[in-house]
């Protein structure tokens, strides 16, 4: 059995030649594109998309054909509020990136995002909601904001709550 972080990943029946089990070993092994990817998701976490940008662009320019890379970006390019960015490299991925499951997420992310492209801010759409509580369109852009902030929870009370006042929305 191979082993990766404490998981059995493959396993071999019966005696095997030197060169299988290299190619076996060598599926298995961390590149250093796969480090420095998992450093941009980190600098997402810590709500520092442009080091990431920065960061992801550097892998790309060395691995132009890393997808998770690709993926990455365009989440990224979103949260550091650069849409237009991200729309022309989420219209430039690979065939293979498109599916991808992480893609569905940085697509999602960016729909929100292009609903927020001249929306009002955080403020504003507040205070029009507090003076007009039947504002769905304000409902739907704090929603967006909510979602893109990572306060899910919020986003999903506001958007019920819209979809209860106005069943069409």
Same mark, same amino acid.
């Given at each position: 059995r191979?082993?990766?972080?404490g =998981?059995?990943v ?8 030197e060169? @299988?089990?290299?190619a076996?070993?060598? *599926?298995h092994l961390?590149? %250093?594109?796969? #480090?420095?990817? $998992?450093? @941009?998701?980190l +600098?997402?976490? =810590?709500?520092q998309?442009?080091?990431?940008v920065l &960061?992801?662009?550097? +892998? +790309? ?5 890393h ?10 390019? &979103?949260r $550091?509020?650069?849409i237009a960015?991200?729309?022309?490299? +989420?219209? !430039? /991925? %690979?065939?293979?990136a498109?599916?991808a %499951?992480e893609l569905a !997420?940085v697509?999602a992310?960016?729909?929100f995002?292009?609903l927020? #492209?001249d929306?009002? $801010?955080?403020d504003?759409l507040r205070? *029009?909601?507090?003076?007009?509580p039947g ?6 852009? /704090?929603? @967006? #904001?909510?979602?893109?902030?990572g306060r &899910?929870q919020?986003?999903?009370? *506001?958007?019920?709550?819209a979809?209860?006042?106005? =069943?069409?929305?």
């Amino acid at each position: 059995r191979l082993f990766r972080h404490g =998981r059995a990943v493959e396993e071999l029946i019966g005696v095997q030649p030197e060169g @299988a089990l290299r190619a076996l070993i060598e *599926r298995h092994l961390e590149e %250093p594109a796969d #480090r420095t990817l $998992a450093e @941009a998701a980190l +600098l997402l976490e =810590r709500n520092q998309p442009e080091q990431a940008v920065l &960061t992801l662009e550097a +892998l +790309l320019g060395d691995h132009a054909d890393h997808v998770p890379a690709q993926i990455l970006l365009v989440d990224a390019l &979103t949260r $550091a509020g650069r849409i237009a960015d991200a729309e022309a490299r +989420l219209a !430039s /991925l %690979p065939l293979q990136a498109l599916e991808a %499951p992480e893609l569905a !997420s940085v697509d999602a992310r960016l729909h929100f995002a292009r609903l927020l #492209r001249d929306a009002p $801010a955080e403020d504003a759409l507040r205070k *029009r909601l507090a003076a007009d509580p039947g504002d769905l369109t304000a409902q739907h852009q /704090l929603a @967006a #904001r909510d979602l893109l902030a990572g306060r &899910t929870q919020e986003a999903l009370e *506001r958007l019920l709550e819209a979809m209860q006042r106005d =069943r069409g929305f």
